[in-house]
Nanobody, 121 residues
């Protein structure tokens, strides 16, 4: 069982930056793929980014490439999402998720409770 707790959300002006953190419980964090998802108001949840267990490989949805960076610190059981050049359309509840295995996940087994990010002037 893995428990995930996100933090770092808030209100930011367009063009600003935020860094989200997701702290995980358990001793096997370093064996999990980690992902970030978001759910904009009135829309379905969507994939944002993911990172392999060893942190070597990452993936991003096209709309955030060049602006967001995912990283992880396995010693701290934490995954991060650095978000720069934020746009109003980035407004959403952001969730982190975890999945064990050796292949890029199709679905995730564990989810956090979410943190709100609002980009507005």
């Amino acid at each position: 069982q893995v428990q995930l707790v996100e933090s770092g959300g808030g209100l930011v002006q367009p063009g600003g930056s935020l860094r989200l953190s997701c702290a995980a419980s358990g001793r096997t964090f370093s064996s999990y793929f980690m992902g970030w998802f978001r759910q904009p108001p009135g829309k379905e949840r969507e994939f944002v980014s993911a990172i392999t267990a060893n942190g070597v490989s990452t993936r991003y949805t096209d709309s955030v490439k060049g602006r967001f960076t995912i990283s992880r610190d396995n010693a701290k059981n934490t995954v991060y999402l650095q978000m720069n050049s934020l746009k109003p359309e980035d407004t959403a509840v952001y969730y982190c998720a975890a999945k064990g295995g050796i292949r890029w996940p199709v679905s995730y087994d564990y989810w956090g409770q979410g943190t709100q990010v609002t980009v507005s002037s």
